[in-house]
């Protein structure tokens, strides 16, 4: 017994190393494998931990001020002190704040009303408004939090006002959370979840397009048809925007029914914008279906674009707690402008007017990735 | 366009002659496959194209039909440039390739109808239907292709080239692992068609087939070491050629090599092929050789694998 597994072993550890040889062989020639493996890490570090905030601070925050007062300014102050508060915008209408606020350009909303100092030195303890845009409530949380300490810091050295003790505050500070008052996560996922999965199904399906061709020896014969690289394009992709519209009414149905996702603003408007995002998906994952050399490396090429759409895109993490450089990536990635659409509309109620950047961003994108995958479609079999 | 076509636009530009390339060159990595290759092939010919593996066959054919761009050379294919007028070259020529490229999940008339709309016909399902009917495969256009055994997607492969009625085929050794009748089968449906007039390209390794073309171009390493009709190949090579049957053959084959005039040989079932260009030499070789020995050797023509092998072994001795 012991000697016939000794006489195996030789055999067994040269067939073993001769497997492993290969393996090794074959993954050395596989530069994009080897990519992928330097990369991912990398670029997981790099954007956990450098790019990825939880507690967000210098949010943009909108001013509509009904008077201009000392007590005012000592207030905005002591805001902007918090650190978590920068004031980017003053309004002049409730209606200019609300269009900040639903495209998203503005978390925080302050409202000094009118006569507001007058009322604080007769004691009358008046109200200021902070507006919060609560549909991403990780975002809102913390910084509504350090609200508590700027009622008294704002007023510590301003002598002029009676009686400022710490069981009674000189006023009020009164926290709006908007769009999700009561904070549910759901309706902060279900929204972006929708981007989120469209981006991963979209990309998967065309980055598989081309490379499939060339996998199947089917590319050669067509290359030999009549047939011009932007109709194969066309083609191939429309297919996926009617499966990428299905998906959507799926999520959008299952968001209703079982989460209790509302719609607030118009179906036919979200209809449209998921439309261009979901061609701007299509024509990314497309193009890189003319780089990849096989549909391993289209799958890892799809990956290594997704990650950094779900760090970086305000989905998972607060998009205005991330570093320039980061934000700047993100506004690269289709799903940080549609997910700002789709929170715009079903929780905000947002209109065309509130998210036609968005709207152009998300066609710049597709007709960039558009452009790049017909000139890169090989027409020869040079 | 400004080509000189007759009334059903068709014509090519220089007569009859429907592919003329010169200077062709290709090379990948480095690696010269193709070089200064020069053929004519003139309209309603079969023309074979022969030569071992990797000889450059494909590459050749790709850069006729627009498929590759040659480093160096020009040409014309049905009239139009090879190098500029390529979207001109796919709509009038069907290309069969090596591999069967049909889509293998979708049905034999699926397929025949995406290759008619590719092409623009007027009524693609009616023209896909016509097809399976001439292909003789009514009752099974709902099969899907990948599941057809290879002489029959070999006839599906060649159905679809030719369903939008192309003026010239190409053909890349579309007979590759196809059994002996469904092969006969395949070359009677090519020379149906060259004599209603389409001009046929086809590459091979087989001899059997190069003897079913018109004319042929022998290729190797790149480069064209014969071409015209099969006496005039045969001919051209000048070389001399005995029969020997006899006993004991494999060690006289062995003798035989490397002693003068001899230049090959090959073993051909009960005999043995002798063959050398110095017939002076080879003459006297043969003489010594038959004395006495027990060997029934005639003088006999050479066959075409005769000389192909031959040009093939000079052809190597010239790359060296």
């Known amino acids: 017994m012991t000697s016939l597994a000794i006489r195996r072993w030789p055999g067994a550890l040269s067939r073993t190393a001769a497997m492993f040889i290969k393996e090794f062989l074959q993954l050395r020639r596989d530069r994009l494998t080897f990519a992928t493996m330097i990369f991912i890490p990398l670029v997981q570090l790099m954007l956990f931990g450098f790019a990825i905030n939880t507690t967000p601070r210098h949010l943009p925050t909108a001013v509509l001020a009904y008077e201009d007062s000392d007590v005012g300014r000592s207030i905005l102050a002591a805001l902007r002190n918090t650190s978590y508060f920068d004031l980017v915008q003053v ?16 978390l925080f909303g302050v409202e000094i009303p009118a006569g507001f100092e007058r009322a604080l030195r007769r004691g009358d303890r008046p109200a200021l408004l902070i507006a919060a845009d609560a549909s991403d409530p990780v975002a809102a949380g913390t910084a509504l939090g350090a609200l508590d300490g700027v009622v008294g810091t704002a007023l510590a050295r301003d002598r002029g006002l009676p009686d400022t003790t710490d069981a009674v505050p000189a006023f009020e500070i009164r926290q709006h959370r908007r ?9 902060n996922i279900v929204p972006g979840l929708l981007g ?6 979209m990309l998967i399906f065309t980055a598989l397009s081309v490379t499939r061709e060339i996998e199947r020896g089917t590319m050669e014969s067509l290359l030999a048809m009549p047939i011009e690289p932007l109709e194969v394009m066309i083609g191939k992709i429309t297919p996926y925007v009617v499966i990428g519209f299905i998906q959507a009414a799926l999520i959008l149905t299952f968001g209703a029914l079982v989460f209790e996702v509302p719609i607030a603003g118009s179906l036919w408007l979200l209809a449209a914008l998921s439309t261009l995002f979901i061609g701007a998906n299509l024509a990314i994952g497309y193009s890189f279906s003319t780089i990849a050399q096989n549909q391993l490396q289209a799958i890892q090429m799809s990956f290594m674009f997704f990650l950094p759409n779900i760090l970086l895109s305000g989905f998972m993490f607060p998009f205005a707690g991330m570093p320039r450089w980061a934000q700047f990536i993100g506004e690269c990635l289709p799903l940080t402008h549609y997910i700002r659409i789709v929170r715009g509309i079903m929780l905000k109620g947002a209109g065309f007017s509130d998210l036609h950047a968005e709207a152009l961003a998300l066609l710049l994108l597709m007709l960039i990735a558009m452009t790049f995958a017909v000139r890169r479609f090989r027409r020869t079999l040079d | ?15 009859d002659i429907v592919i003329d390339v010169e200077g062709l060159s290709k090379s990948f990595d480095g690696k010269q496959v193709v070089r200064d290759l020069a053929l004519q092939v003139r309209r309603g010919q079969i023309y074979g194209f022969l030569g071992p593996n990797g000889s450059g066959k494909t590459t050749t054919l790709r850069m006729i039909c627009g498929l590759l761009t040659p480093d160096g050379g020009r040409g014309t294919c049905l009239g139009y440039d090879i190098l500029t007028e390529r979207d001109e070259i796919k709509r009038h020529v069907g290309y069969m390739t090596q591999r069967f490229s ?26 896909a239907r016509q097809a399976v009917l001439r292909l003789g495969l009514e009752g099974r256009e709902r099969q899907l292709a990948g599941t057809l055994s290879g002489g029959w997607k070999q006839r599906l492969a060649l159905g679809a080239c030719i369903l939008p009625k192309p003026d010239l085929l190409l053909l890349d050794e579309p007979t590759a692992g196809v059994d ?17 007039g389409m001009t046929v390209l086809v590459s091979t390794h087989y001899m059997d087939e190069a003897e079913r073309c018109h004319e042929l171009a022998y290729i190797a390493y790149g480069e064209l070491l014969a071409q015209g009709t099969i006496p005039e190949v045969i001919a051209a090579s000048q070389l001399t050629t005995y029969t020997v049957s006899g006993p004991d053959l494999n060690h006289l084959a062995e003798t035989l090599l490397g002693m003068p005039g001899v ?11 002798v063959a050398g260009r110095d017939a002076v030499a080879l003459d006297r070789t043969m003489a010594r050789i038959g004395e006495g020995a027990k060997l029934d050797w005639r003088l006999s023509s050479p066959t075409l694998e005769d000389v192909f092998i031959d040009l093939m072994s000079r052809s190597q001795d010239n790359f060296r």
């Not at chain 1, 999700?180 to 309706?187: E, F, G, H, Q, R």
């Not at chain 2, 366009?1 to 007569?15: E, H, L, Q, Y």
């Not at chain 2, 002996?180 to 209603?196: Q, S, T, V, Y």
């Open chain 1, 179 to 187: 769009y999700n008052p009561a904070a549910v996560t759901s309706l």
């Open chain 2, 1 to 15: 366009m400004p080509t000189a076509r007759d009334g059903n636009g068709k014509a090519p530009r220089n007569g």
């Open chain 2, 102 to 127: 049909l889509y293998q999940d979708l049905s034999i008339l699926e397929n025949l109808e995406f290759v008619a709309r590719v092409h623009g016909l007027a009524d693609p399902i009616g023209a």
């Open chain 1, 196 to 201: 989120v999965i469209l981006t991963m199904t």
């Open chain 2, 180 to 196: 002996p009748k469904a092969r006969r089968e395949f070359w009677g449906e090519i020379h149906k068609l060259a004599a209603d």
């Open chain 1, 91 to 106: 309004v002049r209408s409730e209606a200019d704040m609300d269009h900040l606020m639903r495209s998203g350009r503005v």
């Open chain 2, 263 to 273: 230049d090959m040989v090959a073993p051909f079932g009960t005999s043995l092929h």
